[in-house]
């Protein structure tokens, strides 16, 4: 019944118990963050002391506000031994589903788009790059093992750890990519960012959000439709579940294929690039020269061997015999 609320992309905003279709509020919420972006990036490019001071400032916001609001609502977003269903929803209604609380590491990817334009092709030490590596390798360690306790079975809630992880774990690992881009954007690849940059990652990045879309219907049905219980005897057999897998990829193939591509593709086709007149400028360019020699002006042109030289002729057409001008001044 609040289909519609789903269609206007503010469903996030309506709780997880009274949401259609749990799994979409990503939607919601990145359709509210995108639309407010092109404000922060005018401001940051307009007035980039003052933009950057606030995003600066409404990052630190949105991470004392996930803080402050695990404290207070005993909040986890790790589900550990004995987590009660209370709390799960309000972690999803308070922290999950509302965008300020989400809106940090969307920022930091903004603040990083400015970074890689301001500092192009940046030169760095080998001791710049170490110190670099080492704290990303520190927020990724941090990020990942931070929560192991809480793995532990007779692990007891801890507001304060729950707080911690909720605030800092996403910004550890935001900077641990942001690091990643960083370096191979200016050009110091290793086999990490090598392993990043491999080809076939594009094909699971454009099946990535349908697999994401998927995999809950999937999930869901899997578990409605069992009428027993299910006993997971190894690690493999609780990760690997081949039937869910197979399901789970070719619905997200269809709906990619049937979908999204189609959609894509006609979203170029309606906004097109505007076109390039390099041919028509480098034929105008070249007639500039002899246009301003036969007019007896000054010639600039670069030439195309050095490609930044710039060869500048002042020649001046010599003036025909005052006869010539007035032909019958003779005559008398």
């Not at 401001?43 to 950057?52: D, I």
């Not at 005993?74 to 809106?103: E, K, V």
Request: proline share 5%; net charge positive.
């Amino acid at each position: 019944k609040n289909w519609w609320r789903n269609l206007l992309f503010i469903h996030n905003y309506f709780g997880f118990s009274e949401m259609c279709l749990t799994h979409t509020h990503h939607l919601g919420i990145d359709t509210e963050l995108f639309a407010v972006a092109p404000i922060l990036i005018l401001g940051l490019w307009r007035w980039p002391r003052r933009g950057l001071f606030t995003l600066l400032l409404l990052c630190t916001v949105g991470t004392a506000a996930r803080y402050y609001t695990t404290i207070v609502n005993q909040l986890s977003n790790y589900i550990y031994f004995g987590t009660n269903i209370q709390r799960l929803f309000r972690t999803a209604d308070y922290m999950y589903s509302f965008p300020p609380h989400r809106s940090t590491v969307y920022i930091m990817g903004i603040l990083l788009g400015y970074v890689l334009r301001k500092y192009q092709s940046a030169k760095l030490s080998s001791l710049q790059l170490r110190l670099g590596w080492t704290a990303a390798t520190v927020c990724v360690l941090a990020s990942v093992l931070g929560p192991a306790p809480m793995g532990d079975i007779n692990y007891v809630y801890n507001s304060t750890h729950a707080a911690i992880y909720a605030a800092f774990a996403p910004i550890a690992w935001c900077l641990f990519f942001s690091w990643i881009v960083f370096v191979s954007h200016n050009g110091y690849t290793n086999k990490l960012t090598k392993l990043f940059a491999w080809r076939g990652f594009q094909v699971s990045t454009k099946l990535s959000y349908a697999i994401y879309l998927t995999q809950f219907p999937v999930f869901f049905y899997n578990v409605g439709r069992r009428r027993h219980i299910h006993h997971y005897y190894n690690f493999v057999s609780i990760i690997l579940d081949t039937n869910e897998f197979i399901s789970i990829f070719l619905a997200s193939v269809a709906l990619t294929v049937l979908f999204d591509a189609p959609f894509q593709n006609l979203k170029k086709l309606l906004i097109k690039r505007p076109f390039s007149s390099s041919a028509n400028g480098t034929a105008k360019d070249k007639a500039l020269p002899t246009k301003a020699v036969a007019e007896g002006e000054t010639a600039t042109a670069v030439t195309p061997e050095s490609g930044t030289g710039i060869a500048t002729t002042n020649t001046t057409t010599a003036k025909p015999p005052s006869s010539a001008l007035h032909p019958h001044q003779h005559s008398e």
